[in-house]
């Protein structure tokens, strides 16, 4: 999989980054920099985002901005709405990241918490494959939900006393209650029996990004809260934190669902900050698959 994703990115960046700059009627010469995502994600695709960045400055003689592309989920919010004022809590939920930040401008982002283990998306996505609803489980178990009582089947939700986060155990639990001591056993729940497991497993999920988020808040004495990443789309989600941020005086902000998941949009905004900062990179910028990346 990998390697087809990888293989994927080669076939399209080129057709992708042609439509970008004929759609925006500009062209290459008409750019101020050339930003690009380095970390985190899946080595083979940040490769060929970096080197097809790399040919463009270097051809077009513009400076060069890698970009950490969970920072750029924070900074959706900014995109979406410009009144967004620092510091605020950041709580980053995407397929690969589950972390609270405190950032106190779009380029400066201190590491609350994360996950000890799954983040909050894969863990949609597996329990997802657990009830053999198909990918991605996020929104898929987000459509379920509507309308059920997520107290039917009710999960017991970790909550560290740290502000970091632990979604491994409820999978489990779900793995458990649909197929019984055998993992392999095949699924006999009824449509309707998955979906109210469904439904406890995401309100189980919700509770704990809610509390930790309003955790970080209140230790760090911070009012404002922006959320981002793909699991920001989720919509109990986004009604249990702004009931619970409004209840705590927190002004809570959400990105429109196209700023939610990866976007280039968000990567050229805080390429932006970056550049105006001075913080550009030199054409041995390298990719980092995993930790964050500090320009
Ligand atoms: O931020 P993103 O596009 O990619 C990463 O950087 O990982 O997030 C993708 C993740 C997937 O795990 C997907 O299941 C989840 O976001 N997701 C959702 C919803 N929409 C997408 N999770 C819960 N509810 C949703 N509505
Ligand atoms: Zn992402």
């Known amino acids: 999989m990998p390697e087809i994703a990888c293989r994927a990115h080669i076939e399209t960046i080129y057709p992708v980054v042609e439509k970008a700059l004929a759609d925006a009627m500009l062209s290459l010469k008409d750019v101020d920099a050339v930003a690009v ?4 994600g899946l080595v083979g695709a940040l490769l060929v985002g970096v080197s097809m960045a790399k040919s463009l400055a270097l051809v077009a003689g ?14 959706a919010n900014k995109l979406a709405f410009p009144d967004l004022a620092w510091p605020c809590v950041s709580l980053v ?65 970790t909550v560290p006393e740290t502000l970091d986060f632990s979604f491994s155990g409820i999978k489990t639990a779900v793995l458990y209650k649909v197929r019984g001591q055998n993992a392999k056993a095949p699924l006999t ?19 704990v990004l809610v509390e930790q988020a309003l955790k970080a808040c209140l230790r760090t004495r911070t009012w404002r809260l922006a959320v981002g990443g ?7 989600l986004r009604e249990k934190l702004a009931a619970r941020a409004a209840k705590e005086g927190v002004q809570c902000w959400f990105p429109p669902a196209k700023f939610c998941t990866d976007n280039a949009a968000m990567v050229a905004g805080l390429g932006y900050h970056l550049y105006k900062a001075g913080r550009v990179s030199g054409l041995d910028l390298d990719v980092v698959p995993t930790k964050a990346h500090k320009p």
Do not use: W
Not at 37 to 40: D, I, L, Q
Not at 114 to 128: L, R, Y
Not at 131 to 146: M, V
Not at 189 to 207: K, L, P
């Open 189 to 207: 729940m009824s449509a309707d029996e998955r979906a109210d497991v469904a439904a406890g497993f995401q309100e189980a999920v919700v509770d």
């Open 230 to 236: 793909g699991v920001a789309c989720n919509t109990r």
């Open 37 to 40: 995502t380095c970390a985190p």
């Open 93 to 157: 939920v995407s397929g690969g990241h589950t972390s609270l930040y405190l950032s106190t401008s779009e380029i400066e982002h201190e590491l609350l918490g994360s996950t000890t283990d799954d983040a909050a998306g894969e863990a949609f996505d597996k329990v997802a494959k657990i009830l053999d609803l198909g990918f991605p489980g996020g929104p898929i178990i987000d459509g379920l939900s509507k309308g059920r009582d997520p107290k039917k089947v009710a999960f017991k939700r």
């Open 62 to 75: 513009k400076p060069l901005v890698g970009v950490d592309h969970i920072h750029g989920h924070i900074y």
